[in-house]
């Protein structure tokens, strides 16, 4: 049997790398490597330093040119460092290759993501979920990495013959792993789609959003439940789902897990069960963290998730979350130059992005100090009522009694 803990790197401090491609510029990346080193130290890994290339397209050997190789080279031999990580996903043969000429290990993005949705697995279903990701990242970069497999030895009735070769050998263990893996997560979509039809024909709402922009948080003020929330990427991956009772109309809420730039093919593959909250959501809770210097390129990212999907359609109510975080930019008033969106003022923040969504509600919260978070619930009232009309229509009066009754406050 292959253990996955194995494959992950013990080493404490790491060299950042990414390269500014012709659409982006110095200031961008910069903003990029922020995020890298909030995964890395959610990994564990101490980020030492930061190096950037101005490239028209990638190296084909190393991804870097060979002259910021033997830069970053030079630099760790005199001041250390257990690693290095790409903000990129690199190909098996880019990633043996830096490791060769550096003489260390490199990590890329989406083996930083995976590392750390193993971290945070609690379930065993979650756990299968990562299992599985990490052996299909794993299938194209055995040749080095994964050395310590399980070995069956050539020879007369054995699988494959006499004289096959190791990586043949963990090829096949890895292959039927993943087998098992898929056949193992079919049976628990069942179980799931199962526990999803036996809820009827409740309201289904879905809380999503770019990672650690404080889904959980509102889950647990929206709900009166109690779910984990912390200030790190990837806090929750379990779905949670909740009964949640506005005024006398009762519908389900759920948490998913926080999307990301770049978010590894491999986990929106194995984590399909619990992407069927999503897009099996009546409404969507769209919740985006306005205090964050670039939560316009988060919104669009989402977005963009949810079209891949299978979501992109859905009725959605764009909650900017922790306004009390949130303080504008400097903004020259001589500037020319038109204000970037972490320049507006709140204020202005809420004309321009209520203007732009003419086909979508837009709240702006606070989930931690619980501001604006009554007004939030009426509106989700009445998106909830429309579409619980649309199955119940003979509770009309019903629902508009039961809420006068609650008082426009109700929870």
């Not at 950042?16 to 659409?23: F, G, M, P, R």
């Not at 961008?28 to 995964?39: A, G, M």
């Not at 732009?356 to 619930?377: E, G, H, P, T, Y």
């Amino acid at each position: 049997m292959i253990d996955l803990k194995e494959t992950r790197l013990k080493g404490e401090t790491a060299v950042l790398i990414s390269v500014i491609h012709d659409e982006q510029n110095a200031e961008q990346v910069q903003e990029y490597l922020d995020e890298l080193e909030f995964l890395a130290s959610t990994a564990d890994i101490r980020a030492v330093k930061r190096f950037t290339q101005r490239l028209h397209r990638p190296d084909g050997h190393s991804y870097v040119g060979s002259g910021k190789l033997n830069e970053i080279k030079a630099w760790m031999e005199a001041n250390g460092g257990d690693m290095v990580i790409f903000d990129y996903e690199l190909s098996p043969a880019k990633q043996r290759n830096v490791e060769k000429e550096l003489g260390r290990p490199v990590l890329d993005r989406p083996r930083l993501i995976l590392d750390i949705f193993a971290r945070r697995a609690r379930t065993s279903h979650a756990k299968t979920q990562v299992e599985l990701a990490q052996y299909q990242y794993m299938l194209p970069r055995l040749t080095k990495l994964w050395t310590h497999l399980e070995r069956q030895r050539g020879g007369t009735g054995t699988r494959g013959g006499a004289g096959e070769k190791e990586i043949e050998t963990d090829r096949r263990l890895v292959r039927d792993r993943i087998a098992l893996l898929k056949g193992q997560l079919k049976d628990i979509d069942r179980q799931m789609a199962t526990q999803r039809g036996n809820r009827g024909k409740m309201v289904r709402v879905a809380l999503v959003g770019y990672t650690n922009v404080g889904k959980s948080t509102l889950m647990n003020v929206l709900s009166k439940s109690d779910v984990f929330a912390e200030n790190k990427l990837f806090a929750t991956l379990d779905t949670t789902v909740r009964k949640v009772v506005l005024g006398n109309l009762p519908f389900l809420l759920s948490d998913t897990v926080g999307f990301i730039r770049k978010l590894p093919t491999q986990l929106i593959e194995s984590f399909k069960s619990t992407l069927d909250e999503t897009r099996e959501a009546d409404l969507l809770l769209h919740i985006v963290d306005i205090s964050h210097h670039n939560f316009e390129e988060q919104y669009n990212t989402v977005k963009s998730t949810l079209a891949e999907i299978g979501a992109g359609g859905k009725p959605v109510i764009v909650v900017f979350n922790k306004i009390d975080a949130y303080t504008p930019a400097a903004h020259d008033p001589h500037d020319l130059a038109p204000k970037r969106p972490d320049q507006f003022t709140l204020a202005e923040m809420q004309e321009t992005w209520m203007s732009r969504m003419n086909d979508q509600d837009c709240m702006f919260i606070s989930a931690v100090r619980k501001d604006n978070v009554d007004a939030l619930r009426k509106l989700m009232y009445e998106r909830v009522k429309s579409i619980h009309l649309t199955r119940y229509p003979y509770e009309k009066d019903l629902l508009y009694q039961g809420w006068m009754e609650e008082g426009e406050s109700a929870e």
